[in-house]
């Protein structure tokens, strides 16, 4: 795949479409309708995460998807065609859930800010994966689910990333009963940052990506890092921990550019040093 290094130039790999525009890496899961987290979906994402990780075009990465749903979540027909396996299918499940693990913490790890535009269905893996992005915008009409205890098989790695961002018996009523919530719903408890009016979530996350692309990357990667960081840790360990992030953050061109541009009332010029 040819990389997407100059503004405008879209590439595809596979299942994905990537296309970068004005620091804004756009990685469109184009495999409709259901934009399953297939294997070749799943290594396409990862390898389009790794290889912008130190890419200094990439500043915002967002997640979107083609057709009526955003992500059915694991391809069941894959992974139900290796029950014919002599382990029947062990060593394939066990797979696809390292693989898929191995993804989602990529996207918290990962040194750009990354944002799901979510205008349809998100479920299973598929809402794990909106819920392991930094920022989420919701189409009215999107709709969240964790409906693997309705086929006999909990959503015991979507509940990961679901635990880590809404409270504990809001994510617990999505595990134990598999019913969807609005998006509106979804905002209230915390999954998403907003909702807009069908059909304008793609439009609402490149607004939001331009946003934070104009900040100085290198203050991106610090306080994102730190944010997860320190949600790990307890309370004494977590302020030693953001202080001394702080220290090192004062030291950095960037943060010196910065506050002098406040004072002289200009606009910064970031290095991303």
Known sequence: MAEATATGETAVRGPLDARLEDGVLWLTLAAPPANALSIAMIEALQGELDRVRASEAVRVIVIAAQGKVF????????????????????AFFAHTMALCARLMQTVVRHPRPVIAAVDGMATAAGCQLVA???????????????????????????????SRNVARKHAMEMLLTGEP??????????????????????????????????KSPLTLRIG????????????????????????????????????AAFIDKRKPVWRGV
Do not use: W
């Open 71 to 90: 992500c059915a979540g694991h391809d069941l027909k894959e992974m139900t065609a290796h029950r014919a396996d002599a382990d029947g299918g062990r």
């Open 181 to 214: 919530i609005a998006a509106e719903r979804a905002a209230e408890i915390g999954l998403v940052n907003r909702v807009v009016p069908s059909g304008s979530a793609v439009a609402e996350a490149g607004a939001l990506a331009e946003r934070i692309a104009g």
């Open 132 to 162: 392991s992005c930094d920022l989420a915008v919701a189409g009215e009409a999107a709709r969240f689910a964790t409906p693997g205890v309705n086929i006999g098989l909990f959503c015991s790695t979507p509940m990961v990333a679901l």
């Open 224 to 259: 994102k890092e730190a944010f997860y960081e320190q949600a790990e840790m307890g309370l004494a360990e977590a302020y030693d921990h953001a202080a001394r992030v702080m220290v090192e953050n004062m030291l950095a061109r960037d943060a010196e550019e910065g506050i």
